[in-house]
């Protein structure tokens, strides 16, 4: 169990790919049967951990190919052009941080003309819940993480996002999941996430002109 950051001023955003910025139909259960990984044990992991180079690349490769079978049939999740579009119009940096390979994550981010200052795969850093890249991020930004929020839909996005002491936003896509009481705010699609930033800068502003007062 996971206590969530307090989520106070938001200079800067990470996003998780799959299902929080353009869909996935990936069946990772499906997955794990067919490259003989046990439901309970992380399939990143499982193949990471195969001693044979030759079956090692081979199961990574067949991963490889689901992952880009998947990102052709991709289709942008709801408001996610109007938040993108927010943040650049407030100067908020975006960067993407996924457990994707890095051809899935370009083909699909580039098949849906998204922009973003940073993008980072499973190839650069240790797959999340690890913290690496989100606070690797947030040293080329020069921001504190606390002042960084991590969107993304799973766990392992809640938990990195601990790890690396940052908040962070669930996108629940209206299902009801069993680790909402871990993130810092919970929304079920990106156009409240959108209303929150919105708010946090009204609310700042307001602040800062009464001090001025």
Not at 49 to 66: A, F, H
Not at 72 to 92: A, D, G, V
Not at 107 to 131: G, M, Y
Request: hydrophobic letters at 40%; a negative charge.
């Amino acid at each position: 169990m996971y206590a969530p950051i307090p989520c106070n001023m938001i200079c800067g955003v990470i996003f998780d790919l799959d299902n929080t910025l353009v869909s996935s139909a990936l069946d990772f259960d499906w997955l794990r049967q067919q490259l003989g990984c046990t439901v309970e044990t992380d399939l990143l992991e499982y193949i990471s951990d195969i001693s044979d180079l030759s079956l090692r690349t081979q199961l990574g490769n067949k991963v490889i190919e689901y992952e880009l079978a998947d990102a052709r049939q991709s289709t942008i999740m709801p408001e996610c052009e109007n938040l993108l579009l927010y943040l650049r119009q407030q100067k908020i940096p975006t960067a993407v941080v996924t457990r994707n390979c890095a051809q899935a994550a370009k083909l699909k981010i580039d098949h849906h003309q998204l922009q973003f200052d940073r993008i980072v795969s499973r190839e650069e850093f240790p797959p999340k819940p690890a913290p690496d890249a989100l606070l690797d991020i947030a040293k080329q930004w020069r921001l504190a993480p606390k002042n960084i929020l991590y969107v993304g839909d799973y766990i392992y996005d809640l938990q990195a996002a601990f790890h690396a002491n940052m908040p962070s936003c669930l996108v629940t896509n209206g299902e009801e999941l069993p680790f909402i009481d871990q993130a810092s705010i919970v929304v079920q699609q990106l156009d409240s996430l959108t209303d929150i930033l919105r708010e946090q800068a009204y609310m700042s502003l307001q602040e800062h002109d009464s001090v001025e007062v």
